[in-house]
């Protein structure tokens, strides 16, 4: 279900629906909640993959703090996740987030911070491709 919301919530973003895509969002994350707390590490991928798909939300609303918080906490649940998972093909672990922390800056037009967070990525060999 939670990778389904990734999908929709991307279709809500495209049409510049933002803020209806934040609220999608939260709501999917929160049916996560009880498997979270439970420390499911498939439930820390998905919850992740939902955090940067707000962030990127966030972003293109012209939210900066908002994104950076899902940016935030989407590092904090990667910590919790093997790297190169794979969890229903979102692809969610600290290289996704790596990644996906260069598309928030240059979706908030801030090209230097981009280029700052490319050239201090490191990606590993498990990162799914």
């Given amino acids: ?3 389904g919301a990734f999908y929709r919530a ?21 049916q996560l909640d009880g498997q979270l707390r439970g420390g499911e590490e498939a439930a820390h991928a998905l ?6 798909k707000s962030g ?3 972003a293109r609303a012209g939210d900066t703090d908002t994104s950076e918080n899902h940016l935030s906490e989407a590092r904090q649940l990667a910590a919790h996740v093997t790297p190169g998972s794979d969890y229903c093909r979102l692809a969610f672990d ?3 987030v790596a ?15 981009a280029v700052k967070r490319a050239s201090e990525m490191q990606i590993s060999p498990t990162t799914p491709r």
Avoid: C, P, Q
């Fill in 94 to 96: 600290r290289d996704n």
């Fill in 47 to 52: 919850y992740g993959a939902l955090r940067l």
């Fill in 10 to 30: 991307g279709e809500l973003i495209n049409s510049a629906e933002w803020r209806g895509a934040l609220t999608y969002l939260e709501h999917a994350r929160a």
């Fill in 56 to 58: 990127l939300a966030a």
């Fill in 99 to 113: 990644i996906w922390s260069v598309g928030l800056a240059v979706e908030r037009r801030d090209g230097t911070e």
């Fill in 1 to 3: 279900m939670a990778a």
